[in-house]
């Protein structure tokens, strides 16, 4: 028996020093796939809680709110997902804003669902949404620099800067956004 613990034991060892970088390399890989496994899909009937739309037509602009008692929001588009982020008792009276667990917005150019504070909205591009004007989400500062300057961006901002004043901008602007 004590022959071979002697072994084991340096196989353990040598296991433990070559594995850490395909171990590191599983463990993001296994996140990228939770989190598209944590996007519940939207059906036909579910509407939007802040403007009442369907958003099952609108399948790249959709955002996801997911609570903690397991219920969800889904939006079909940026601005109504942050309405709700920012005031939630007002579209659902049954929430507050610490009852919120989880929020996904979709890469433009991926399709992937990312994590709200992960991604980098690029603000007054000649892209429109289906609500008008748009937050448009990348989940590299790269590909949003890219998109800003092909499609006349004005700002790229991190989630934590979306505040309702910005989304009031954005409401009123016609044709092109002032952010002043
Ligand atoms: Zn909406």
Redesign the pocket.
Known sequence: MKKLIFPIITLFFVTMFFAPDTYALDLSRKKKQTERKLYITVTKKD???????F?HPYQKWITQIQFKDSSHHS???M???C?LYIDPEKYDTTKIKQDIKLVLVRDYYTLKFIRHDKAFYVVGSDVFG??GHELIPFSTEKNASTFLSDHNGLKILRFHEINAELLDKLDKAEKTVNLD
């Open positions: 509407r939007c809680p802040v403007c009442g739309m958003v939006f079909d588009g601005k109504c997902m309405r289906p609500m």
